[in-house]
């Protein structure tokens, strides 16, 4: 290359405000680019933290809160038994006068293998009986699921059609409900039951239904002695 076409290649990398010799500086990725890798990062962080509590567990408000149970009679599940005898059905005449915890649940639902040894805990408290509403199952995978994990219900109706978790406003399974003694519905979570909710929410809530002489304000017209 001749002198005076090195000058003129200079001049032209100067001009463009680049020393001779500079090769051209690749831009960093832009924020848009990195916005979906954040946003996915951030999802991850939030499904390891739901995990961490019980894969799906979080709470739901509910327009049912401190009003009556909804009216339901369900069958038993056959061949069921609680304490060597048969498990009768379940229907809203049976929450009144005790406080009732209701755990939606079935033999595909993954989540309530998770808390089921729980259950089994819980039954073992003679303050509230502990029912069970199987929904959408076989009878035979129903059965074949508590004699596999053992029983905690000692009631348990049977909702194949879903008709009695819709009333409830069940979004999936489990869930539980706590009935107070005026058959008043006072909690209502969605996932797998773990032991700090039980302490922070349950625990206070049964005190206080064992406790009471009257059933909620909003619960009053419905309650039935």
């Not at 290359?1 to 680049?18: H, V």
């Not at 500079?22 to 499904?47: A, E, M, N, T, W």
């Not at 302490?199 to 002489?213: C, D, N, R, V, Y």
Request: charged share 20%.
């Amino acid at each position: 290359m001749s002198d005076i076409e090195s000058e003129t290649s200079a001049g032209r990398q100067a001009e463009a405000g680049k020393a001779p010799g500079d090769l051209p500086r690749r831009k960093g990725p832009s924020l848009l680019v990195l916005l979906p890798l954040i946003l996915f990062g951030g999802l991850c962080v939030l499904f390891y933290l739901q995990l961490s509590h019980g894969g799906s567990s979080r709470i739901i408000p509910s327009v049912l809160i401190d009003k009556p149970a909804p009216e339901f009679d369900l069958a038993a599940l056959k061949g069921l038994t609680y304490n060597g005898q048969p498990a009768p059905g379940l229907s809203r005449a049976d929450l009144d006068g005790k406080v009732t915890l209701i755990n939606f649940w079935a033999s595909w639902c993954v989540p309530c293998r998770q808390e089921h040894p729980m259950l089994l805990e819980l039954a073992k408290d003679d303050r509230f009986q502990l029912a069970g509403i199987n929904v959408r199952d076989s009878e035979s995978n129903a059965l074949g699921y508590m004699q596999e994990h053992g029983n905690p219900f000692a009631r348990n109706g049977v909702d194949q059609n879903y008709r009695t978790a819709i009333d409830f406003g069940v979004t999936g399974q489990p869930e539980t409900f706590l009935i107070d003694t005026f058959g008043c519905i006072r909690y209502k979570h969605v996932g797998p039951l773990y032991e700090e909710l039980w302490a922070e929410k349950f625990e206070p809530l049964i005190k206080q239904s064992l406790g009471a002489t009257a059933p909620p304000e909003g619960c009053q017209a419905g309650a039935s002695g």
